[in-house]
């Protein structure tokens, strides 16, 4: 079946790099968009940005614009987001999400990493 | 940016239906998408497109979108469908995707 499969929990001093891995399984991973949305304690949804893993082609929040990479490794069925200059306020949990396997939304989710920026 | 308004809470008896709302404009000429998201739990995908349902989704999960305002109806609530619920929209703004804030649906 179609899952994605998420890194572990990771905790940063502020000012560092996170680096949380997606990896796809049970279908072609290059046929479908790669998104990244984020979710603080308690708070909605943010969307950071996409990833077509057959181009590589990204686009990305104004919010993260500078601080976010998003990359894959195509050989291993794997996509990565990289946030840059961490602050406490980048705690949260990070998703990998498809887009467009069997509709025009988020269809399926990783379970998640959560980030925790703290000194 | 575009934004989409939905309010905190809605709180709904066992057995009555649940109606919440995502507000934003013209968001009747848009596709809406929604999710329930349960504690500790990734979002679930229960409607797309304003009225579609992903495979496995009971058919007690609807949806409407006209003018100013998309509608997730949940009929026949259960105390499972107690979560958070996400509407989401693509706009061709600088932020394509945007999430709605979320409504915490209590089943009393």
């Known amino acids: 079946q179609v899952q994605l499969v998420q890194s572990g929990a990771e905790v940063k001093k502020p000012g560092a790099s996170v680096k949380v891995s997606c990896k796809a399984s049970g279908y072609t991973f290059t046929s479908y968009d790669i998104n990244w949305v984020r979710q603080a304690t308690g708070q909605g949804l943010e969307w950071m940005g996409w990833?077509?893993?057959?181009?590589?082609?990204?686009g990305y929040a104004q919010k993260f614009q500078g601080r976010v990479t998003m990359t894959r490794n195509t050989s291993i069925s794997t996509a990565y987001m990289e946030l840059s200059s961490l602050r406490s306020e980048d705690t949260a949990v990070y998703y990998c999400a498809i887009h467009g396997a069997t509709t025009n939304a988020f269809d399926i989710w990783g379970q998640g990493t959560m980030v925790t920026v703290s000194s | 940016s575009y934004v989409l308004t939905q309010p905190p809470s809605v709180s709904v008896a066992p057995g009555q239906t649940a109606r919440i709302t995502c507000g934003g404009n013209n968001i009747g000429s848009k596709s809406v998408h929604w999710y329930q998201q349960k504690p500790g739990q990734a979002p679930v995908l229960v409607v797309y497109?304003?009225?579609d349902r992903p495979s496995g989704i009971p058919e007690r999960f609807s949806g409407s979108n006209s003018g100013n305002t998309a509608t997730l109806t949940i009929s026949r609530v259960e105390a499972g469908d107690e979560a958070d619920y996400y509407c989401?929209?693509?706009?061709?703004?600088?932020?394509?995707?945007?999430f709605g804030g979320g409504t915490k649906l209590t089943v009393l």
């Open positions: 497109d304003d009225s």
């Open positions: 990833m077509n893993p057959n181009s590589g082609n990204t």
């Open positions: 989401q929209v693509w706009d061709s703004s600088s932020d394509p995707w945007v």
